[in-house]
């Protein structure tokens, strides 16, 4: 590794660490959002602020004016209390980067300051984006802001801390869920536990009811579709002798296809309200819809597959059944998302863990992949959409 790469190396490290260090919720980004801001401008850039914690950049080619590229990583940490022994852990108490979103910063960092000394034509947009982790989510609210007007690609990673370094999944067509929550409540009639024939006892009912929903999957969708139905929580009861009058459930449901979203959310309903009129009670049901499936344009991954064969292994990976909110710039512009392999040494543990950790030689690899693609579809935009 040469003098340049090993400077861009430990440059890429200190910004990740100082973020980590900073891990803040989602729409509270504060130091984080100036942390960002304060790097930009030191290069000369002139970020603006569209909402409170979101920093955004136009980084002008040296060539001239010709296309604009979007770049997004987001900012957000989780309500976690970390424990991953790292000597850079966060130290906001209760809040921890749990999920990879410092090293989509130190990223998109690296990425910028790469661009800064190439020669293009054309606009390279930084969307630092907040609140990803908080449905509706940051990146609806930079659409709105106008953000993403005039735009001819847009381009997202991801690290995942499932696959080595050096691996890079890139996908046509659904990457990543419809993430969706549901919550039901069942109003009973409590009493004493010596008397359970004179209630309509909520919490039965409710176990029954969970039970039911497991069967969705196995016994209402074909075997080809990718469905999960989870129920999260219950919540009922006061006391081991009072039979509950009331129980709540909440769970997610994570589709690929709108029909299939649609077929789902009626099961539940329909079981939820025939198993409470079973024992006499009554199912309010809530469907909240969530993030749209990550849907990545074909022509998009087929060209920057090509252009990262050369310093990464990338393969087509199975679609994923996680949400995430880059899916609303995807059904606005042509563009794609990946993944990138970050596992550390030692042990592995999953994303929003309080254990989670990354390895940081994914980071360099991260700014290739991220300003190849958007030097090439500067040069090669894909077709506008009608």
């Not at 910063?105 to 990803?132: H, K, Y």
């Not at 008397?195 to 029954?208: F, K, R, W």
């Not at 022509?299 to 252009?307: C, D, M, N, P």
Request: net charge negative.
């Amino acid at each position: 590794m040469g003098a340049e790469a090993v400077g861009e190396a430990s440059k890429l490290t200190t910004w990740r660490r100082d973020l980590h260090g900073m891990a803040e919720v989602a729409h509270d980004e504060v130091k984080t959002a100036q942390y960002v801001e304060r790097q930009l401008t030191a290069w000369g850039l002139s970020p603006r602020r569209p909402t409170p914690t979101a920093v955004v950049a136009d980084i002008e080619g040296r060539q001239g004016p010709g296309p604009l590229v979007a770049l997004r990583a987001d900012m957000d940490g989780l309500p976690l209390t970390e424990d991953s022994g790292e000597p850079f852990s966060s130290t906001h108490p209760g809040v921890m980067h749990a999920c990879g979103h410092d090293g989509h910063m130190a990223i998109l960092l690296g990425t910028a300051e790469r661009l800064l000394a190439r020669d293009f034509a054309g606009t390279v947009r930084l969307l630092f984006q907040p609140a990803e982790e908080r449905p509706p989510g940051g990146a609806i609210e930079l659409i709105r802001a106008g953000e993403l007007e005039g735009a001819r690609a847009v381009l997202g990673l991801h690290l995942q801390a499932g696959w080595p370094v050096g691996w890079v999944g890139l996908k046509p067509g659904p990457l990543m869920a419809y993430s969706d929550r549901f919550r039901i409540r069942i109003h009973g009639r409590g009493g004493h536990g010596s008397e359970p024939q004179n209630t309509q006892d909520a919490v039965l009912i409710a176990a029954e009811t969970v039970m039911s929903l497991q069967t969705i999957v196995s016994r209402r969708m074909a075997p080809t579709e990718t469905v999960v139905v989870t129920c999260g929580t219950i919540t009922a009861g006061q006391t081991f002798n009072i039979i509950a009058e009331a129980a709540e459930i909440t769970g997610t449901v994570r589709t690929f296809a709108r029909d299939i979203q649609a077929q789902v959310e009626e099961e539940i309903r329909r079981r939820a309200s025939h198993i409470a009129a079973i024992y006499g009670a009554v199912a309010e049901f809530e469907y909240l819809a969530g993030y749209p499936a990550v849907i990545n344009d074909a022509a998009v991954v087929e060209e920057w597959s090509k252009i990262l064969a050369d310093v990464a292994t990338v393969e087509q990976p199975a679609a994923m059944p996680q949400g995430e909110d880059f899916a609303y710039y995807l059904q606005k512009v042509p563009g794609a998302f990946l993944w990138l392999g970050a596992a550390p040494d030692g042990d592995r543990h999953p994303h929003h863990s309080p254990h989670f950790r990354i390895h940081e030689a994914a980071l360099p690899l991260g700014v290739t992949v991220m300003e190849r693609g958007a030097r090439h579809f500067l040069a090669h935009p894909p077709a506008v959409r009608h």
